[in-house]
Every structure is written in structure tokens, then in C-alpha cells.
């Protein structure tokens, strides 16, 4: 059974950092794309970044551009979501979930943890 747990998120003021991570099993972790994605109330989920753990390549999205950085730790089957200089438009609830080929759409991933929230106060 695939699983995925998120952890890490909080409270904190802007301009601070968080590093979530996303702790997966259940599945041959190195054959996976792993995505973040937030969903704020009201809103759509989102597509905030995405790593192959096959081969590394990255993908991030304008949005969080230069602020966000994300990290697979194969040995530990963990991915880590790096967010730095945060601001209250990145208040949301994270999720992390697990796709057989790299995407930022939620709908090309089967497999979701039960989201972190994160809440960047001003």
C-alpha cells in the first residue's frame, strides 16, 4: 500500500523558512515523480514543485521560483520541500503525493498524503 506522510509545517512570521518532508512507502520509491502542491481555502490546488527521484530533474513553479527548492533523499525515501522567505500568500495546506511520471498536475497523481499546514503570518 502506497503511503505518504507529510511533516514540518507551522506557524511562522514572513520572511521565515520551513523545510516540509514527505516521507514515502509502499512502492519502489527511485521509479517515482514526487510533487508538492498547497491548496489554500477557497482556491484550487496547486502545483508548487516536483522532482523525478528516477534521474532528479526539478521542477518548480514561478510562483515560489528562487524561494523553494526541493530535495529527494533516496536512501531514506524522503523528498524535502526547502521553502525560504516566506509570505502570507504561501499560507495553505501542502501535500505531497506520488505520480509515475514527473507532471505539476494534480490530476496525473494517484497517490496523496493527508497535507501539513503551513500558515506564514505577516
Known amino acids: 500500500e502506497v503511503q505518504l506522510v507529510e511533516s514540518g509545517g507551522g506557524l511562522v512570521q514572513a520572511g521565515g523558512s520551513l523545510r516540509l518532508s514527505c516521507a514515502a512507502s509502499g512502492f519502489t520509491f527511485g521509479a517515482y515523480a514526487i510533487g508538492w502542491f498547497r491548496q489554500a481555502p477557497g482556491t484550487e490546488r496547486e502545483g508548487v514543485s516536483c522532482i523525478s527521484t528516477r534521474d532528479g530533474s526539478t521542477y518548480i513553479a514561478d510562483s515560489v521560483k528562487g524561494r523553494f527548492t526541493i530535495s529527494s533523499d533516496n536512501a531514506k525515501n524522503t523528498v524535502y520541500l526547502q521553502m525560504n522567505s516566506l509570505k502570507p500568500e504561501d499560507t495553505a495546506v501542502y501535500y505531497c503525493?506520488?505520480?509515475?511520471?514527473?507532471?505539476?498536475?494534480?490530476?496525473?497523481?494517484?497517490?496523496w498524503g493527508q497535507g501539513t499546514q503551513v500558515t506564514v503570518s505577516s
Open positions: 503525493a506520488a505520480s509515475p511520471f514527473s507532471s505539476i498536475h494534480p490530476e496525473d497523481f494517484r497517490s
